[in-house]
């Protein structure tokens, strides 16, 4: 089930067309936004959250990048879209990337966990994290692009799956969104569990909404891939990030 069906079952109520009335802080319709689940007082942290997000990206119904957004205090998470960064439209981002502690989340060969991050980081001292927002493929070329990322320290996140974002197909169970993805960095830099359950449960919500909505849980592509239910061509370089992302055999056989 794509994102156009799910688009137009959120224009459905009891089999009836009706008019849409949409939330102004999440786009959502009103039956199905998930601003009040947002945490009661937005997280405030001792550093910034920078997305850099795929145009692509920015136009899904589904994205999870507003839900981090709105549930962190004013100024602490900010959004810059592109697929090359930074550039003179991306205004303060290039000033940013260059403060001290300034970290990029992406599992390269050079990766260290977080968790290592966060014992030897000076406390108290603020950090920014750096999130490249869109598909696998969409991440890898933004990242292989903005050559000013490369001089970064890349941190990774331990693996701790499978993802709550149960209605878009994931590359592997160990994948998560964005929102999931900060959420958990988050309260690793913070030393505070409870913020991955406040960042996360507009996405919770939003899940249970599409479902009762008609949408399917999704399973991951190596699971399909096990299953033989994957049924789109599967490129060179998609089956090797997959190998990378997992340590099921059975991938040996496609």
């Known amino acids: ?19 849409r009335s949409s939330c102004a802080k999440c786009r959502r319709p009103q039956r199905v936004c ?20 795929h145009p692509d990206e ?16 004013s100024g602490q998470c900010i959004i810059y879209y592109g697929k090359k960064f930074p550039s003179a439209k ?18 390269g060969p050079q990766s260290r966990s977080i968790t290592t991050i966060s014992d030897i980081h000076p406390k108290g001292a603020p950090y920014n994290l750096v999130l490249i927002d869109g598909t696998w493929q969409q991440a890898k070329s933004m990242y292989f692009h903005s050559t000013f990322l490369h001089s970064l320290p890349q941190v990774s996140l331990p693996e701790l799956g499978p993802s709550l974002y149960v209605i878009r197909t994931q590359p592997s169970e160990y994948c998560l969104s964005t929102v ?10 913070e030393e505070d569990k409870s913020i991955v359950d406040k960042l996360v449960h507009p996405l919770k919500a939003l899940c249970t909404f599409q479902l009762n909505y008609g949408a399917v849980e999704h399973q991951d592509k190596v699971t399909l891939l096990e299953l033989g239910q994957y049924r789109k061509p599967v490129g060179k370089r998609t089956m090797k990030f997959l190998r990378q992302t ?6 040996g056989k496609f």
């Open 1 to 19: 089930m794509d994102e156009d069906f799910i688009q137009f079952a959120d224009e459905i109520v009891l089999g009836e067309n009706v008019q």
């Open 34 to 53: 998930w601003c009040s689940y947002l945490p009661e007082v937005p997280v405030t942290i001792n550093g910034k959250i920078i997305v850099l997000q």
């Open 58 to 73: 920015e136009k899904r119904n589904l994205k999870t990048g507003p839900m981090l957004f709105h549930g962190m205090s």
């Open 90 to 107: 991306h205004e303060g981002l290039k000033e940013m990337l260059e403060e001290h502690y300034t970290y990029v989340l992406y599992p």
């Open 180 to 189: 999931e993805s900060a959420a958990l960095a988050i309260s690793i830099m």
């Open 246 to 251: 997992t340590n099921k055999a059975v991938l």
